[in-house]
């Protein structure tokens, strides 16, 4: 328990305590934000280049392979979008496996305490 009126010293030191925030972060130090939004950016890694080539398997089912009967066309369509999800979620994997490997959120984290601008003093 503090005792009242507080030094000017011990004032400073509880007013700065006070603005401190405490953010969890994992083993790599990257805090809940960091990797929510190398989600993100993974996520549409894996949209781009996945939507061009469920694109071109549908056309190449629908216009090379043409199954003669319509549940072999609700079966493709199934196999098309199976594929489409299956190789969006393994680039999205990959591309936060290489960000968490290569540790840019976490380098980049300004520590609590540091000056913004890189500058001492």
Same mark, same amino acid.
């Given at each position: 328990m503090l005792a009242w009126p507080l030094d000017p010293v011990q004032r400073a030191s509880h007013a700065q305590a006070a603005t401190v925030q405490h953010v969890r972060v994992d083993r790599q130090f990257w805090c809940e934000q960091c990797r929510t939004d190398a989600r993100r950016l993974? #996520?549409? %890694?894996?949209?781009?280049?996945?939507?061009?080539?469920? #694109?071109?398997?549908?056309? %190449?089912?629908?216009?090379?392979?043409?199954?003669?009967?319509?549940?072999?066309?609700?079966?493709? #369509?199934g196999a098309v979008l199976a594929v489409y999800r299956i190789?969006?979620?393994?680039?999205?994997?990959?591309?936060?496996?290489?960000?968490?490997?290569?540790?840019?959120?976490?380098?980049?984290?300004?520590?609590?305490g540091a000056p913004e601008d890189g500058k001492s003093g």
């Open positions: 993974a #996520a549409r %890694w894996g949209r781009s280049p996945r939507s061009p080539g469920a #694109a071109r398997l549908a056309l %190449w089912v629908g216009l090379v392979v043409q199954p003669p009967s319509t549940r072999l066309l609700v079966l493709y #369509a190789g969006r979620r393994l680039v999205e994997e990959v591309v936060f496996g290489v960000m968490r490997i290569r540790n840019k959120a976490g380098v980049h984290e300004p520590q609590p």
